[in-house]
């Protein structure tokens, strides 16, 4: 490599040197912001924070109702798009213990084991055509904890309580499955009678649920 001579005056460096320096410095910072492709996956930064991430349940079925209910709740006589929710404040709380069938199932109401068959609507029983689609359906609607809404007659012929069923923000169970063609209306009493059987009407028109395809 041929020699470079250099002036030897320490007061006036060199053109080269200054140049040099500048690209040495240059190529340092670089080096130490880089990532190297092997490391490229580890990486944190900007763009893999604001990356959006697949949900569990995309392009599936949700397992829980889409309608939500909150403050200011529905006034007025209940139609078939008001009939969802309810306040829910004046409702008896209630503790699910288990699922019996679309239409049935065990609370814990007063420290006691009480069963409820849902006051506005009508499930096929189990053995037919859409008992298990209803059955866990009001599983996922239930959850945890309902609130019981009672009405005109409080047992049936066989001790259980009749209650209009809600969750606890007031979305209304009974009326849930009947829109999801999942159960029919009851017909013959009830506050909510004619809102739900609108519902079923609506179901059965768009072929809506197992009942309905």
Not at 4 to 14: K, Q, T, V
Not at 39 to 59: E, V, W
Not at 74 to 97: E, H, I, N
Not at 109 to 134: F, K, M, W
Request: aromatic share 4%; hydrophobic share 40%.
């Amino acid at each position: 490599m041929p020699s470079i001579s250099l002036p030897r005056d320490p007061g006036r460096p060199h053109l080269a040197i200054l140049l040099a320096a500048a690209v040495l410095a240059a190529a340092l910072s670089a080096g130490c912001d880089a990532v190297a492709p092997s490391d490229a996956g580890t990486a944190i930064g900007t763009s893999a924070l604001s990356r959006p991430t697949a949900t569990a349940q995309a392009g599936g079925t949700p397992t829980a109702s889409v309608r939500t209910c909150a403050p200011p709740y529905p006034t007025g006589v209940p139609s078939t798009d008001t009939v969802f929710c309810v306040d829910p404040a004046a409702m008896a709380p209630a503790r699910v213990l288990r699922i019996v069938d679309g239409d049935t199932l065990h609370v814990e109401l007063g420290g006691r084991d009480e069963t409820v068959r849902l006051y506005g609507i009508n499930a096929t029983e189990r053995g037919q055509p859409c008992s298990d689609e209803a059955t866990r359906r009001l599983g996922e609607l239930a959850g945890n904890a309902v609130r019981l809404r009672p009405d005109a007659r409080d047992r049936d012929q066989y001790g259980r309580l009749l209650r209009y069923v809600y969750s606890p923000s007031g979305l209304s169970v009974d009326a849930e499955l009947v829109d999801e063609g999942l159960a029919h209306a009851w017909r013959t009493d009830g506050d909510l009678r004619l809102a739900i059987v609108g519902l079923e009407a609506r179901a059965s028109a768009g072929r809506r649920g197992c009942l309905w395809r």
